[in-house]
């Protein structure tokens, strides 16, 4: 990190902490990256010097070679022309070098070769047992949350009450401390704390608020995946990326509830854990079959399990009695288009592909999973828009990792 004056500040530089106002306003959020516009807020606010993140400009040409080189590899199954791939491109690129700069060392390929297996066991034969099988075993074994439940039948029935919405979420105290956590986060922006669910019911809404506490309250259920499988907080960190992204997406849209897309982000791949617990041995399998062959994980599992995560996440949320809309944009995030409406689901797709660009500077194991280029029409967005998302979420995911991890 090193400390500017306000004339040394140049575009593309990151900050590396909050600037406030005298006034205690907060003018820019620590991550940040600099705009012209941004410093001429900063002059007119009176701002005189900021600490920023070296920029990727001290690399080497080599360094920055180097940096291309290990990026262009996970863009290996896209088409590098399209607008918002590029986009998508320039933000992990950037994202990478500055990282670099930092001093964080780029993975060796040999770190992505096969571990060790043997000791994992699947429960099932593959190829002889169906996802609806598998996902029927697990529920039979494990129960959900009865908390769940209430919030569904809240958001079943029209008349529900303001009242009755923060009585039902009140009683679960880890929830509620994860709801209040949330609501007081960039994610809403509210300018005054909020120290109730009551009071979140009446700004945020009771329908939403009762959707955020469904995913919320489903996360509860994935608590004893085998460590050596997956680091969960690697899991959840893109998981709830990919919610982040998916709620500004949906912002761009009218009509769409933001909070219904974050849920649909935070759980697009829950079918992914229950092949962790009941295909152990196998899921790994395909976890290194796509980090050796720079595979998509999602093609990797089709050739090595003969189905997807999202064959298995389609009769978990059934079996669940999930809300209809919210299913199908996390059961056709891979295909948005094989959907009757399918720009839903094409807001998550846009969303785990950013997810994925988003996560390459930390050291990412996979390559993109492919952008639907007529999924991306469907949204009528400019690829500019990515960059502002980007921006809008270096601003609210630290706050909401720490709602949730």
């Given at each position: 990190?090193n400390?500017k004056?306000i004339?040394?500040l ?10 406030v ?14 705009a012209?516009?941004?410093?001429g ?6 701002v ?6 070296p ?7 080599a ?10 590899e ?16 320039r933000?992990?690129l950037?994202l ?15 770190e992505r ?7 994992l066991?699947?429960?099932f ?16 074994l494990a129960?959900f ?6 919030i ?7 008349s ?17 401390a ?19 669910i009551?009071?979140?019911v ?14 919320v ?6 608590k ?21 992204f998916?709620?500004?997406?949906a912002?761009?849209?009218?009509g ?7 849920i ?12 962790f617990?009941?295909?152990p ?15 998509p ?6 050739s090595?399990?003969?189905l997807?995560?999202t064959?298995?996440?389609k009769?978990?949320?059934?079996s669940?009695?999930?809300?209809e ?7 056709y995030?891979h ?15 846009v969303?785990?592909n ?10 990412g ?13 469907i ?10 998302a980007?921006?809008?979420?270096s601003?609210q ?9």
């Amino acid at each position: 990190m090193n400390r500017k004056s306000i004339d040394e500040l140049k575009a593309g530089m990151v900050l590396a902490s909050d600037l406030v106002a005298g006034d205690g306003r907060l003018l820019l959020r620590g991550g940040v990256k600099l705009a012209d516009r941004h410093i001429g807020l900063l002059r007119r606010a009176g701002v005189e010097e900021a600490e920023v993140i070296p920029a990727p400009s001290v690399l080497s040409e080599a360094e920055l070679l180097a940096v291309e080189d290990y990026v262009r590899e996970f863009f290996l199954y896209v088409n590098p022309d399209h607008p918002a791939v590029a986009a998508m491109f320039r933000i992990a690129l950037d994202l990478t070098a500055v990282a670099v700069a930092e001093g964080r060392r780029l993975p060796d390929p040999a770190e992505r070769r096969a571990a060790n297996l043997e000791h994992l066991e699947d429960i099932f034969v593959r190829g002889l047992i169906s996802p609806e099988a598998i996902v029927r075993h697990e529920t039979e074994l494990a129960g959900f949350p009865d908390i769940f439940f209430r919030i569904k039948e809240i958001l079943e029935d029209e008349s529900a009450s303001a009242d009755r919405i923060a009585k039902v979420v009140s009683t679960d105290l880890s929830l509620s401390a994860k709801l209040l956590k949330l609501v007081n986060s960039p994610l809403y922006g509210f300018s005054r704390g909020i120290d109730s669910i009551s009071r979140a019911v009446t700004l945020v809404g009771g329908k939403e608020l009762s959707t955020l506490a469904l995913g919320v309250s489903a996360i509860n259920y994935f608590k004893d995946i085998p460590p050596e499988l997956v680091d969960m907080q690697t899991f959840w960190r893109h998981s709830i990326t990919c919610g982040v992204f998916a709620r500004l997406l949906a912002g761009t849209q009218s009509g769409l509830s933001p909070e219904r897309f974050f849920i649909g982000g935070l759980l697009h791949d829950v079918g992914r854990l229950i092949l962790f617990k009941k295909l152990p041995y196998a899921a790994t399998e395909a976890m290194l079959f796509a980090r050796e062959n720079c595979l998509p994980l999602v093609e990797a599992e089709l050739s090595v399990l003969g189905l997807r995560h999202t064959d298995i996440g389609k009769p978990l949320l059934e079996s669940w009695h999930f809300p209809e809309g919210l299913a199908a944009m996390i059961d056709y995030h891979h295909d948005p288009m094989g959907y009757p409406n399918p720009l839903e689901p094409a807001i998550i797709h846009v969303a785990d592909n950013l997810s994925n660009a988003v996560e390459i500077a930390r050291g990412g194991m996979y390559v993109m999973p492919g952008l639907d280029e007529e999924a991306w029409d469907i949204l009528g967005l400019d690829p500019e828009a990515l960059y502002e998302a980007m921006e809008r979420y270096s601003t609210q995911i630290d706050a909401v990792l720490d709602a949730f991890l």
